[in-house]
């Protein structure tokens, strides 16, 4: 388990997360991943600690309101994310293109056909 810093572009809004073994990432090309352009990892909400910038974020629904589209109200940057899984517990989507020092042409990516899901 690693612990990464990250967060949004104008620095409002910053968090740690630990990840297992980040050599993997999630591209979706659903309506809203597609345009945001995220490259994804999920981990329990456990795992993540918003430093700073609580108040600083709002939130975009569509849909069925099941995903909080979390985004910095300054700069716009989507740097996380957090929804419920299939059993209720709250999962973090993190935008590991927001994370300090990852070089993420070095992942693997992991394309999903969420359009179709
Ligand atoms: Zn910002």
């Not at 309506?31 to 609580?54: D, E, M, N």
């Not at 108040?55 to 109200?73: A, L, R």
């Amino acid at each position: 388990m690693k612990t990464y810093t990250g967060g949004c572009h104008c620095q409002k809004v910053r968090y740690e997360v630990d990840i297992d073994n980040l050599t993997e990432v999630m591209s979706c090309n659903c309506s809203i991943c597609s345009k945001r352009g995220w490259l994804l990892t999920f981990v329990p909400s456990s795992s993540f600690r918003l430093l700073q910038g609580a108040e600083e974020v709002t939130t975009y629904h569509f849909n069925e309101n099941k995903i909080n589209h979390i985004f910095c109200k300054t700069c716009g940057t989507a740097s996380y994310g957090s929804g419920s899984d299939s059993t209720g517990n709250v999962m973090m989507a993190i935008n590991v293109r927001c994370l300090d020092n990852v070089d993420t042409t070095a992942l693997q990516i992991n394309h999903v056909d969420g359009k179709n899901f």
